[in-house]
């Protein structure tokens, strides 16, 4: 008999989630049937979407999330054991899954991790999983970006933004990141190949903005929003692209006092912008072709993926709100 263990999450979080928010749940799961698999967490993803997603979910619920595991007993000759697979059964060690019963619930399906040529498995919950493709599909088609042209990331070091400003210099754009630290704007600097990187929390943004990009900003990544957004997007040219990721400087505000910032309408209307929101799962049945590139750009060294690793099943909840507080550069990932 196999014991499970899970995060239950029992509250809508206030601020910044707390530790008792969450309590880890036992659970003995029954022998497999024909067709079944069971299978063993090797990683856990800590993703911005958990905290965003927590008041729009009837509580309780089980922490969802993308993660790596691996096959440890199977009834069926499809997933024989070793085979690793990805599914959005989040902040638990052991599930048993029947893949052969197709079903439109994300959390209850699954997919086998991309051939990766030897590349640490983790990658599937990032840069070759859900963040991958996401900077992939809400960078290449919504900014459609052109080479010689400027382009703006925020949240520029985390697991989508770092991907999004590598891809644009893989286009041939001049790449301009912002990130909560300086060691974040050496990295993206000095290694990542951005043209220019600024910590957020320090510079006069519209300053710098002006300064690294004077022939004004063609595509805009915003991974954050809020004032620093209406910043840039008062400095982009006529008919300017933004892609609309998220919104995490206010996912730990209290709902009915979110932040006000700069009204953005004269700047869309006056630079005749396109501001575009978007969730990676219109994309769904495309994730393939966007992981064979990202694969391929890794392996050419033409693209780093950087990780930043908590080690414990224990820690997922020190890694998420660590993520929060902005400790990662690259993806947050968590093996257990
Ligand atoms: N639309 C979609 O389908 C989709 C899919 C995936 C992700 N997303 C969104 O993409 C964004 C990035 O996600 P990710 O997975 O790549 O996370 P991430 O960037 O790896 O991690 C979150 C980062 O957010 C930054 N941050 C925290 N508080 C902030 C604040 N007040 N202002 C500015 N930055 C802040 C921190 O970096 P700093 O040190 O730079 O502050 C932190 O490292 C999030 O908004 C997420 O919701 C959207």
């Given at each position: 008999m196999v014991k499970a263990r899970k995060y239950v999450v029992k509250k809508h979080f206030q601020g910044v989630p707390k530790r008792d928010d969450f309590e880890i749940v036992e659970q003995e799961l029954p022998p497999l049937?024909?067709?079944?698999?069971?299978?063993?967490?090797?990683?856990?993803?800590?993703?911005p979407y958990l905290r965003a997603y927590n008041a729009r979910t009837p509580i309780p619920y089980d922490q969802f999330s993308y993660q790596v595991a691996v096959v440890t007993e199977s009834k069926n000759p499809?997933?024989?054991?070793?085979?690793?697979?990805?599914?959005?059964?989040?902040?638990?060690?052991?599930?048993?899954?029947?893949?052969?019963?197709?079903?439109?619930?994300?959390?209850?399906?699954?997919?086998?991790?991309p051939d990766l040529h030897g590349?640490?498995?983790?990658?599937?919950?990032?840069?070759?999983?859900?963040?991958g493709a996401t900077a992939y599909f809400g960078f290449l088609e919504i900014c459609k970006p052109k080479a010689g042209e400027t382009v703006v990331v925020t949240g520029a070091a985390g697991a989508v933004g770092s991907i999004v400003g590598q891809i644009a210099k893989?286009?041939?754009?001049?790449?301009?990141?912002?990130a909560g630290s300086d060691d974040k704007v050496q990295w993206l600097e000095k290694e990542l190949g951005f043209d220019k990187a600024f910590n957020y929390k320090t510079v006069d943004i519209l300053k710098s903005l002006k300064e690294a990009a004077p022939k004004g900003v063609d595509c805009y990544f915003d991974n954050v929003g809020?004032?620093?957004?209406?910043?840039?997007?008062?400095?982009?040219?006529d008919y300017g692209r933004a892609s609309v990721c998220g919104s995490i400087s206010a996912y730990n505000?209290?709902?009915?006092?979110?932040?006000k910032a700069t009204i953005i309408q004269p700047s869309l209307v006056f630079k005749q912008l396109k501001?575009?929101?978007?969730?990676?799962?219109?994309?769904?049945?495309?994730?393939?072709?966007?992981?064979?590139e990202l694969v391929n750009w890794i392996k050419s060294g033409k693209l780093k993926a950087r990780e930043h690793v908590?080690?414990?099943?224990?820690?997922?909840?020190?890694?998420?709100?660590?993520?929060?507080?902005?400790?990662?550069?690259g993806k947050a990932v968590v093996k257990v």
């Amino acid at each position: 008999m196999v014991k499970a263990r899970k995060y239950v999450v029992k509250k809508h979080f206030q601020g910044v989630p707390k530790r008792d928010d969450f309590e880890i749940v036992e659970q003995e799961l029954p022998p497999l049937k024909d067709g079944e698999i069971l299978v063993k967490a090797e990683w856990i993803s800590v993703d911005p979407y958990l905290r965003a997603y927590n008041a729009r979910t009837p509580i309780p619920y089980d922490q969802f999330s993308y993660q790596v595991a691996v096959v440890t007993e199977s009834k069926n000759p499809d997933y024989p054991v070793g085979t690793r697979v990805v599914s959005h059964k989040g902040w638990r060690d052991y599930t048993i899954f029947n893949p052969t019963v197709k079903t439109d619930d994300k959390n209850a399906s699954l997919y086998k991790l991309p051939d990766l040529h030897g590349l640490s498995p983790s990658l599937g919950v990032g840069a070759v999983g859900m963040p991958g493709a996401t900077a992939y599909f809400g960078f290449l088609e919504i900014c459609k970006p052109k080479a010689g042209e400027t382009v703006v990331v925020t949240g520029a070091a985390g697991a989508v933004g770092s991907i999004v400003g590598q891809i644009a210099k893989i286009k041939g754009c001049r790449v301009i990141g912002f990130a909560g630290s300086d060691d974040k704007v050496q990295w993206l600097e000095k290694e990542l190949g951005f043209d220019k990187a600024f910590n957020y929390k320090t510079v006069d943004i519209l300053k710098s903005l002006k300064e690294a990009a004077p022939k004004g900003v063609d595509c805009y990544f915003d991974n954050v929003g809020g004032e620093i957004s209406s910043l840039i997007l008062s400095q982009m040219n006529d008919y300017g692209r933004a892609s609309v990721c998220g919104s995490i400087s206010a996912y730990n505000e209290d709902p009915s006092k979110m932040p006000k910032a700069t009204i953005i309408q004269p700047s869309l209307v006056f630079k005749q912008l396109k501001v575009e929101g978007f969730l990676v799962w219109r994309w769904d049945g495309r994730w393939p072709e966007a992981f064979a590139e990202l694969v391929n750009w890794i392996k050419s060294g033409k693209l780093k993926a950087r990780e930043h690793v908590t080690e414990g099943f224990d820690k997922l909840y020190d890694a998420f709100t660590g993520m929060l507080a902005g400790e990662n550069s690259g993806k947050a990932v968590v093996k257990v």
